[in-house]
Every structure is written in C-alpha cells, then in structure tokens.
C-alpha cells in the first residue's frame, strides 16, 4: 500500500519551533505537499517538494528525503492561529493521484 | 486572490438521489481535482481531471461518480444513487501544474 504516517497530535508554545514529521513509501514516489487545515475548513496549500533539501517561505520551512522517505514541515515564531491540522501528502506514478495522510493535529498554547 | 469557488455549501438529498456539485477552478488552471473528507477522517482523492478527461481515479470513484468540464470555468462532480456513506465534505481543487493544487471551500453533501 502507499502509507503515509504523521504524529497524531503535537503541542507546541506560543513563539517556539516545532516540526512536524512524515514518512512514506518510497516506491513510485513523485512529490509531497504539506496543506494547513483548520478545524471545518478547506486544506490550505503550504508547500510542494520534489528533490532533496530544505525549502523555506516565511515562518513554514518544508525538508525532503526522497532516499529515507521522510519529510518534516517547520514553523517557526509559532502563533496561536497555528492552531491546526498539518496534512502531508505525497503524489505517486500516474503523476495526478494524491495521497493524503490523517494529518497531525497541533495545539498552540500561550 | 483568485480562489476556487464550490457551490452549494451545504447539500441534502434523500438516498437514492442525484446530486450535481459545482466547481469553478482559477481561470488559467489546467489540472482540475474532487477529494472527499467523511467527517473526522483523511482526504481522499476521487479523481483528476486534465485536457478535457479524466486523467486518473481512485477505487472509490467508481460508475456512481461521473465529472464534467461542461464549458470553459465550470467543472462539476455528479453522483448518481446516493447512498448514506456518501455524506461527506467534497472539494473541489486546481492547479496550474502538478506541483500546486488549490482547494475550494467544500460542499457539504448530507445523504440522509
């Protein structure tokens, strides 16, 4: 199958750092996305990674090893409105179908 | 901002009905796309929708399910027969190529 898994919940401190870790099968791999989802609403689109490295935009950072099948999303300067569901999802061979994790619930405290 | 824009928000029909759900994707987006959310549980990919056909679908989106890029903005899910476990949120999303895909707010389909 084409599991993806993530943390289930994490909590994290107003102003602090905190990553959020995926992983993945490795075969057929063809890129991964990271949405924010708030609670009753829509995935918001974050970032997109198709080779090796680190991309950053902004406070969100997204990392990707395509050889370990891992990736992590990194916010920064944590605020409260982070507040939300982080959904890693990875595309497969096909190049169109995209598989979603459960996401990985985050609570930011003051 | 251009969004995705879903219409109804909000849909209830009786099992057994056919229910039309709306999309209009951004303007210049070529690749078009319906998931489903059952409440509490992950996104699920229906199918993708490229140049005018069905690029690939999912186990799920099976003859009950039919898409349609009726004219030049409008991208619809139909789903015939509706059954209780088709209650779900659907959205709707596009993107410019295959390294971006924008979601609309959803509709609420409730099957009761």
């Known amino acids: 199958g084409q599991n993806i898994d993530q943390p289930t919940e994490m909590t994290a401190t107003e102003g602090a750092i905190v990553q959020i870790n995926c992983t993945y099968q490795?075969?057929?791999?063809?890129?991964l996305f990271w949405y924010q989802q708030h609670a009753g609403e829509a995935p918001t689109f974050l970032s997109y990674n198709v080779l090796d490295g680190l991309e950053e935009k902004g406070r969100f950072s997204s990392f990707l090893s395509r050889s370990k099948g891992y990736s992590y999303l990194l916010l920064k300067e944590l605020q409260m409105k982070d507040s939300a569901s982080y959904l890693c999802?990875?595309?497969?061979?096909?190049?169109?179908?995209?598989?979603f994790g459960a996401g990985t619930r985050l609570f930011v405290k003051a | 901002e251009p969004e995705v824009t879903q219409t109804p928000s909000h849909q209830v029909t009786q099992m057994g009905q056919e229910v039309i759900l709306r999309c209009v994707p951004i303007?210049?987006?070529?690749?078009f796309y319906w998931y489903r959310q059952i409440l509490g549980q992950k996104v699920e990919f229906l199918v993708s929708f490229y140049n005018n056909e069905i690029s690939e679908k999912s186990e799920i989106f099976d003859d009950q399910f039919s898409v349609e890029r009726p004219d030049g903005s409008n991208f619809t899910l139909k789903i015939r027969s509706t059954k209780l476990e088709d209650s779900a949120m659907y959205f709707c999303?596009?993107?410019?190529?295959?390294?971006?895909?924008?979601f609309g707010p959803g509709t609420r389909l409730t099957v009761t």
């Open positions: 490795t075969s057929g791999f063809n890129g």
């Open positions: 303007s210049n987006h070529l690749y």
């Open positions: 999802a990875v595309r497969y061979t096909g190049g169109f179908k995209t598989i």
């Open positions: 999303a596009s993107g410019d190529s295959l390294n971006e895909q924008y």
